[in-house]
């Protein structure tokens, strides 16, 4: 819950109970009226808010942080399959290798430069990121990685230059997924 709801809430309940605490004498007498009912029925919801999902009062819901705490679990899974998929990401690079090794050929370079410079501002976007963005940041530039690694691979073969993207992109996937991660080469 943002802050000026918290405040909100915060002080909504306060005068709630200050009108309460002043008509106790006449609650506990007999002498209640329809206000006091409908001021203590409110009160009890909302002291009551923060422990149920939702509390309805005559047609109007009230919903609490539940919705923010699912979200909050969601992000945090979305996280952990992001790891899984750059662990296992980082399992499948050498069998990658084998299975897309070429001689150089006449591939541009150009292509090369655009993906390298997308993997560079997509990387930046991802460390910047909230943790709710970061999940999608990371799903984004864990293709992207693949597409890199294929056009180098494509490009340099095994050169120094592809060792270099090679290098780069098992960084990536180790960072992606906060996996600590002993470089193969």
Known sequence: MKLFPRIYLLIITTLLGSFLIIRVEDIFTGKVSLVD??????F???????????????????????EAMVQSEVGKAQLEAL???????LLMMPIWEKENSS???????????LV???????????LNSSPEE???YGLALRELYWEYLKAARHHWASSE???QVWRRVEKGFASLGNVNHVPSR
Do not use: M, Y
């Open 83 to 89: 790891q899984l998929s750059s662990q296992r990401d």
């Open 134 to 136: 970061k999940v999608h």
């Open 44 to 66: 009890i919801a909302l002291v009551l808010l923060p422990v149920f999902k939702e509390v309805t009062l005559g047609g109007v819901t009230l919903k609490s942080k539940i």
């Open 161 to 163: 230059d592809f060792q």
């Open 116 to 126: 390298e410079q997308k993997v560079s501002e997509l990387e930046g976007l991802w």
């Open 103 to 113: 001689i150089p050929s006449n591939f541009s370079s150009e292509k090369v430069e």
């Open 37 to 42: 009912t409908l001021v203590c029925t409110v």
